[in-house]
């Protein structure tokens, strides 16, 4: 039940109110508005557009079920129009971390602000309004091209689709196929590449034009070549806006203004690539032991070709 939950509170954060009236989602949506998962609080005012930061003031976070917490007293300033890279190990809390952001969750103890505003006390939808987020595997639904863009703002015209897509560098792939923007998506988006899907999830996170860009893992699981030139493409994205990237490839967060890196719930180091590789902390080994599999990666595939 919370798996399901959880994945579809993903989904939803796109899905605008016309198509969240289906009899289906709006079960769904009844599960999202369950006290647990942070409804609004009565006369709650909108959350005003972020100009400072977003802060996780002594955070301590559990599942349920769960023994120990993820977040442990977590204390974190995150500044405005900085791309920051949330790195740590496998279960460190990555993921938490952007879903406390999004109040998919919300802290056990501790606060996490928008420019001193705890987010608890703001509307839900201007919360979600302010943000977008690109998963690693996004949902594309069985409609056109157009439409499933369209789903990041709801009533967005067709030239504001156009411009999220020429941004997302995925425009004139669009225009090479035959039906174009009405180019219809098979349901599990069979009839584009996982690079080109992403780039649709990336112009629907862009239609939005949010202030908040989250990133979740959303290029990990390309291949290196697709996964670079995605990565560019973010990086212009990001002028204007503030932008958290969690991942565990570490290629991909060497330009980044900050890197954070997270350990036993707690943030543990932060700095460029350069402060911390010279460091020789945890995000030194995490490299180190990165690059080595790397290489041994490249040596299996050598020993294969002598075959
Ligand atoms: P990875 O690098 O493997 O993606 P991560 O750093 O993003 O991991 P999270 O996904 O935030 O880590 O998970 C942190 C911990 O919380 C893990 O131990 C995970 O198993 C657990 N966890 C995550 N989601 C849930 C959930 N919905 N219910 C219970 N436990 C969860």
Do not use: C
Request: net charge negative; proline share 3%; hydrophobic share 35%.
């Amino acid at each position: 039940f919370w798996e399901v939950s959880y994945n579809i509170a993903h989904v939803m954060h796109f899905i605008p109110v016309s198509i969240s009236s289906a009899a289906a989602v709006r079960h769904i949506q009844e599960l999202l508005d369950e006290p647990t998962r942070g409804a609004d609080r009565p006369g709650a005012p909108d959350l005003p557009r972020i100009s400072h930061d977003i802060s996780f003031e002594r955070v301590t976070f559990q599942y349920d079920g769960s023994e120990t917490p993820v977040l442990d007293g977590l204390s974190l300033k995150l500044d405005v129009g900085k791309t920051i890279a949330i790195v740590g190990p496998s279960g460190s809390g990555k993921s938490t971390l952007l879903n406390l952001i999004l109040r998919l969750y919300v802290p056990d103890e501790g606060r996490v602000t928008i420019d001193g505003v705890d987010i608890r006390k703001v509307t839900r939808e201007s919360l979600r309004q302010s943000m977008a987020v690109v998963f690693q595997e996004n949902m594309l639904f069985n409609m056109s091209i157009r439409e499933n863009i369209r789903l990041g703002k709801e009533g967005a015209t067709d030239k504001e689709v156009e411009e999220a897509a020429r941004k997302a560098e995925i425009h004139r792939y669009i225009m090479s196929l035959p039906q174009k923007y009405d180019t219809q998506v098979g349901e599990r988006g069979d009839t584009l590449s996982g690079g080109q899907r992403q780039r649709v999830a990336i112009a629907r996170a862009i239609v939005r034009d949010p202030s908040i860009l989250l990133l979740d893992e959303a290029t990990s699981a390309l291949d290196q070549t697709t996964e670079a030139a995605i990565n560019k493409t973010l990086m212009k994205l990001a002028r204007g806006r503030t932008m958290l990237f969690s991942t565990h490839r570490l290629t991909s967060v060497v330009d980044m203004d900050e890197i954070i890196v997270i350990s036993g719930g707690k943030a543990i180091e932060r700095g460029t690539h350069n402060e911390l590789s010279a460091k020789g902390g945890m995000y030194r080994q995490l490299w180190d032991d990165q690059s080595l599999k790397q290489h041994q990666a490249a040596d299996d595939d050598d020993e294969e070709d002598d075959d």
